[in-house]
T-cell receptor, first 114, second 114 residues
Framework: AAGVIQSPRHLIKEKRETATLKCYPI?????VYWYQQGPGQDPQFLIS???????DKGSIPDRFSAQQFSDYHSELNMSSLELGDSALYFC?????????????FGPGTRLTVL | QQQVKQSPQSLIVQKGGIPIINCAYE??????FPWYQQFPGKGPALLIA?????SEKKEGRFTISFNKSAKQFSLHIMDSQPGDSATYFC?????????????FGEGTQLTVNP
């Protein structure tokens, strides 16, 4: 079965640089969620999109922005990177949000900020 | 403030043992409670989930027990195997028509010794 695809899998950036993370949800899934997981921490919700509209916003820094495109893939844009942004970033997708709550997670993007 | 509290932080059992991981929540609006398994460097994978209208759900070797009045739920792993060694997260979400963020517990690092 198709899973959530994230790219790149690994990313190394310098402080103050920008990064773009991409997420391709499971086919026919209409909702995308982004989570950030620091070392030894639980995943923290950043932002979600339902049918290409932002549906919820969590603890996402103002330096970050995201959107969902017409093909339902999503991109997380991160600017003015800080050392503390080093983490695993997961995308999850679900179908018919509100009917099925199951979120399927991708393999993650490991961001390292030097 | 952690909205979903998970214990223990780490757990070591022998092969064939029955590890039990507990979670408690405060938000009575939570109505969906999944458990995720995560291996190092990988994305969380859904194990089993429950809604508050049932007190127990079993899938294979995994069982969730749910106590709505106490606002507690737990995961039992029957006949545990070394391959079950991973970090386990409980989570909770509310019912939203446009997708609901998952709020995770702190995680339990399970080690199953041969």
């Amino acid at each position: 079965a198709a899973g959530v695809i994230q790219s790149p899998r690994h990313l190394i950036k310098e402080k103050r640089e920008t990064a773009t993370l991409k997420c391709y949800p499971i086919p026919r899934h209409d909702t995308v969620y982004w989570y950030q997981q620091g070392p030894g921490q639980d995943p923290q919700f950043l932002i979600s999109f339902y049918e290409k509209m932002q549906s919820d916003k969590g603890s996402i820094p103002d330096r970050f922005s995201a959107q969902q495109f017409s093909d339902y893939h999503s991109e997380l844009n991160m600017s003015s990177l800080e050392l503390g942004d080093s983490a695993l970033y997961f995308c999850a997708s679900s179908r018919l949000a509100g009917v099925s709550d199951t979120q399927y997670f991708g393999p993650g993007t490991r961001l390292t900020v030097l | 403030q952690q909205q979903v509290k998970q214990s223990p932080q780490s757990l070591i059992v022998q092969k064939g043992g029955i590890p039990i991981i507990n979670c408690a929540y405060e938000n009575t609006a939570f109505d969906y409670f999944p458990w995720y398994q995560q291996f190092p460097g990988k994305g969380p994978a859904l194990l089993i989930a429950i809604r508050p209208d049932v007190s127990e759900k079993k899938e294979g070797r995994f069982t969730i027990s749910f106590n709505k009045s106490a606002k507690q739920f737990s995961l039992h792993i029957m006949d545990s195997q070394p391959g079950d060694s991973a970090t386990y997260f409980c989570a909770a979400s509310t019912k939203e028509t446009s997708g609901s963020r998952l709020t995770f517990g702190e995680g339990t690092q399970l080690t199953v010794n041969p």
